[in-house]
Every structure is written in structure tokens, then in C-alpha cells.
């Protein structure tokens, strides 16, 4: 599995997109299927304020619920709330169906995470 | 994989072909069993599409014989023994005097005054004992716990008969549903019943111990052209939850009775005096107040067994058994409603973490069971 060079990755299995002050988040390919058929997604409202860390959701497939977890600190600006009537798209595109569109409250915090080659080592 | 390290759980005599055929192992009922091969849904789609395999040895056996034997297995097995031939099985409850579920069983007519009960993994002992202490006053029968003689391997799917065919001189095409005969299979002495735990047509083969890896292997090698897969624990719960097969420990317990349970069908109502027949006589007239209902979710989610289910504010139940199945592609589940509300059609709601998920009572089976071709009455 590629891992995109240009979104930067958690241990916790999260991708991020960065793009200015703005990152897509979403869950790796490995995570999905860890998984297995998601069947639901639980996500915050627009507003919320997320440290870096803490858990901003849910996603549920059969074996397991999962909690997800904000890679950076800042406020979720988007949800993809299409993600509620097709959550197979998280199986199916896991790079793509991205969850919710943080605004950084700190942009230096996303030099802590990892990077693709990083990543790709963790779950080897 | 190091066999001599201690393990507090039991093994089948199919263990080590278990482990090197890559199965993901679990504990369950005491025993080291497989959950999983290649993956559930896989395996599922398997059975339902082609055929899987099945190591259920872990089961357990007890054989009751004497010149009474009959009147035994009547005054413990709920169902009519006595409609069994020689050559029949059938589905029945080992019940307490409340009508409850001590365990669910089947039992095989072996000879005239021989009877053989399959049992569940997990309570053998207890099963035995509740036997043992009941049939005593039986005339001479008597009771033996035989599971460490037998290995069963169940063959489940509508390519079953077509690949065990080749395998075995009995003739599988005139073996009624919930027959069984004695033959070979693989050249392995075997008896074969047409029975299991699934939906499909299917076939359980009981053989020594000793046999069991030979026949697995002939088995498993007979079916690569039909596309047979290995399947475990995780696969055979959900095809019978799609059967809507009950559970013991789950759907039916010592708390539930078989009406309630949607069982009334395997209880022998004219049969003399059996543990259990007082009151479920007595629930039979007065009218069962709760019965076990299948369920649909409407909104998305999984309702998991332990989840409550509400009409309006009030809560009805719990979920007995719940999960997303591979066939259906759908979350279902088991409750015991109050009476009035256990009919298709009826909308509840299940609690998943706090949420209230719509569901309405379906019709069970969720998936029609597929019965052979040919039929016998037992």
C-alpha cells in the first residue's frame, strides 16, 4: 500500500492533509482494514474545539467501535456528514473519504507528526 | 507453535492442522478453537455460495442405552423420541422443571433402545448431570459421557453432498434431511447426518479422534474444485444467526422458556410426564407473555447482544444476539418482546451507546433455510 508523501500520518492510524492553516483528516488504508466493513461513523459538529490528542468521534464496523483522535489542535471547520448514508467509502477510498476539516490552532504541531516512509515502517 | 506449554483449555484432535493452516485461534467454552481463516465474510459467503468446513469437534456426546433408554431420553429430551426411527435425528431442549433451557440438543435414534445427544461444548458436565440425576429411576438405563470417543466435522453448502459424494459408498442423495447412516468416508469409518448449524443443506460426520485429521485433509482437498474454504467460530454465528438458528447462553438460557423461545414446535405435548412439561402445559394455556423476535435495524449501526431496545420510552428488552451478517449485508438481531409487540411490523428502537437506532420486527429466518431435496417426517 502507498502511503501519500504529502499527508502526514499519527500512530494512531490518522492521516492528514495540510493545506495552509486548513488539514483534511481522515483514517489510513491499514486502519480500514484493521477494521473491517464500516457500517457507521459518529463525528463532532462544526465548532468544536480539539486539542491535539483527544478523540473527535467514532467509527464503528463490525468487529469494533474505534474512537478517533485529533492529530493537531484546532477547530473543526467541515464534516463530512456524506459519510452517514455511504460509510463504506471509508473501506473503499480511505485516503479520500476524509472525516472533518480542522483549522490549526498551531501549525508548528504538524511537524510532530510522522511522515509517509514513517508510517509505512510502523505498519510493516 | 509450542504445543507443551501448558494451556488451560481443551483441544480437538484437529489443533495442529488448525494452526498450520494459519487459523486465528480463540478460547470459547473451555476449549482453543478457530474464529477464523481467511476472514468471516469470506467464509460466510463460502458456505452460502460453495461449501466450508468445520471443525466442531469440541461438542459434546452423550449416549443413553438400556432397556429403557426410551423413556429415558422422553423424560429429559422435550421433543418425541419415540417418533424416531432408527436412523433419525431431531432438534430438542434438555429443560428444567420451569420449562428453561438447561441446553439445546439433538438426538439420534442409533438402535431401538440406543440414543446418542449432541450437546453444546460448554456444558457437558452440567448437561450430563442433569441426565444422570434424571434417568435413574428409569428402569436400567443408563447414561455415559462418550464425547472423547467422537470427532465431528461438519460440511455445510450447496456443493456439500456434490463433494462428499465422491468421498463416501452412501448414497447422500437418499439421505433425508435429519437422517444419518454408518459408512466410510475418506476410507475412515464414519456415521453421516444430514444436519448443521447453518442454513444450508449440509452434512456432520462424526469419526474417531484419530481419524479426524485424514478426513479433514481428504475433505479439504475433495473440495478445492467447488471451492470449499475452512470455517470457524465467527462464520458459523453469524449463518446461524441468518438461519435464525437460536444460540445457547444467548438466545435461550435457563431464564427463557421453549415458548418463549419460539420452540413450542419441538416439545412432544402428548408425550407422558418430561422435566418441564408441568409448566410449560401451564404457560401453553394461560399464554406466553414475552416471545423471542427477530429484528431489522432501519438506521445505521450494529445492534450488539446487551443493547436495549425501546418502544417509546419504555424499555422492552435487550438484545440477544445481534451482528451485520455477509449475505444480507444487513444489522439483525434476537430480543424476547413482551407478546403483543413480537410481530413483523412492529417498530422499536435499540440503544447503540447512547443513540436510538430505528428497527422493526422481521420474520424469522432472516434467510430461508435451504432444505435438501429430499424429506423425512421424523
Not at chain 1, 40 to 45: D, G, I, K, M
Not at chain 2, 158 to 176: E, F, K, R
Amino acid at each position: 500500500m502507498v502511503y501519500p508523501a504529502q499527508f502526514k500520518y499519527t500512530k494512531d492510524h490518522e492521516w492528514m492533509d495540510l493545506s495552509g492553516d486548513r488539514a483534511k483528516v481522515g483514517i489510513t488504508d491499514y486502519a480500514q482494514q484493521q477494521l473491517g466493513d464500516v457500517v457507521y461513523v459518529e463525528l463532532p459538529a462544526v465548532g468544536t474545539a480539539l486539542k491535539a490528542g483527544q478523540s473527535f468521534g467514532t467509527i464503528e464496523s463490525v468487529k469494533a467501535v474505534s474512537e478517533i483522535y485529533a492529530p493537531v489542535s484546532g477547530e473543526v471547520v467541515e464534516v463530512n456528514s456524506a459519510l452517514k448514508g455511504s460509510p463504506e467509502v471509508i473501506n473503499q477510498d480511505p485516503h479520500g473519504a476524509w472525516l472533518i476539516v480542522l483549522k490549526l490552532a498551531n501549525p508548528a504541531e504538524a511537524g510532530t507528526l510522522l511522515e509517509a516512509s514513517q508510517y509505512a515502517a510502523l505498519v510493516k | 507453535m509450542d504445543q507443551a506449554s501448558a494451556s488451560p483449555f481443551k483441544k480437538t484432535p484437529l489443533y495442529a492442522r488448525h494452526c498450520a493452516s494459519g487459523a486465528r485461534m480463540v478460547p470459547f467454552g473451555g476449549w482453543e478453537m478457530p474464529l477464523e481463516y481467511s476472514g468471516i465474510a469470506d467464509e460466510h459467503m463460502a458456505v452460502r455460495e460453495r461449501a466450508g468446513l468445520f471443525d466442531v469437534s469440541h461438542m459434546g456426546e452423550i449416549e443413553i442405552a438400556g432397556k429403557q433408554a426410551l423413556d429415558a431420553v422422553q423424560r429429559v429430551s422435550c421433543n418425541d423420541a419415540a417418533r424416531l426411527q432408527v436412523g433419525q435425528a431431531q432438534y430438542s431442549g434438555l429443560l428444567t422443571p420451569d420449562g428453561t433451557y438447561v441446553d439445546d440438543l439433538l438426538v439420534y435414534r442409533l438402535a431401538s433402545q440406543h440414543f446418542l445427544l449432541v450437546v453444546n461444548a460448554s456444558h457437558i458436565a452440567a448437561d450430563y448431570a442433569h441426565i444422570a440425576s434424571r434417568i435413574g429411576s428409569v428402569g436400567d438405563a443408563v447414561a455415559v459421557d462418550a464425547s472423547s470417543r467422537y470427532a465431528l466435522l461438519a460440511v455445510q453448502g450447496p456443493s456439500a453432498a456434490q463433494l462428499l459424494q465422491t468421498l463416501t459408498g452412501v448414497d447422500l442423495g437418499s439421505l433425508a434431511y435429519y437422517g444419518f447412516a454408518h459408512g466410510e468416508v475418506a476410507s475412515v469409518r464414519a456415521t453421516i447426518s444430514r444436519t448443521g448449524y447453518t442454513g444450508e443443506d449440509g452434512f456432520e460426520i462424526f469419526v474417531a479422534p484419530q481419524s479426524a485429521d485424514r478426513l479433514w485433509l481428504a475433505i479439504t482437498r475433495a473440495g478445492q474444485g467447488v471451492g470449499l474454504l475452512p470455517c470457524g467460530l465467527g462464520a458459523r454465528d453469524t449463518l446461524r444467526l441468518e438461519a435464525a438458528m437460536r444460540l445457547h447462553g444467548s438466545d435461550i438460557d435457563e431464564s427463557t422458556t421453549a415458548l418463549e423461545a419460539g420452540l413450542g414446535w419441538t416439545v412432544g405435548w402428548h408425550k407422558p410426564d418430561f422435566v418441564g412439561a408441568e409448566a410449560l402445559r401451564k404457560q401453553k394455556a394461560e399464554g406466553v407473555r414475552r416471545k423471542l423476535a427477530g429484528f431489522e435495524l432501519v438506521d445505521a449501526g450494529i445492534a450488539r447482544p446487551g443493547c436495549e431496545v425501546y418502544v417509546g420510552n419504555d424499555k422492552v428488552g435487550a438484545v440477544t444476539s445481534g451482528t451485520r451478517t455477509p449475505f444480507l449485508k444487513k444489522s439483525i438481531g434476537m430480543v424476547y418482546l413482551p407478546a403483543e409487540l413480537a410481530r413483523p411490523g412492529i417498530e422499536i428502537e435499540v440503544d447503540i451507546r447512547g443513540r436510538r437506532a430505528r428497527a422493526v420486527v422481521v420474520p424469522m429466518p432472516f434467510y430461508p433455510k435451504r432444505a435438501p431435496a429430499v424429506r423425512a417426517e421424523p
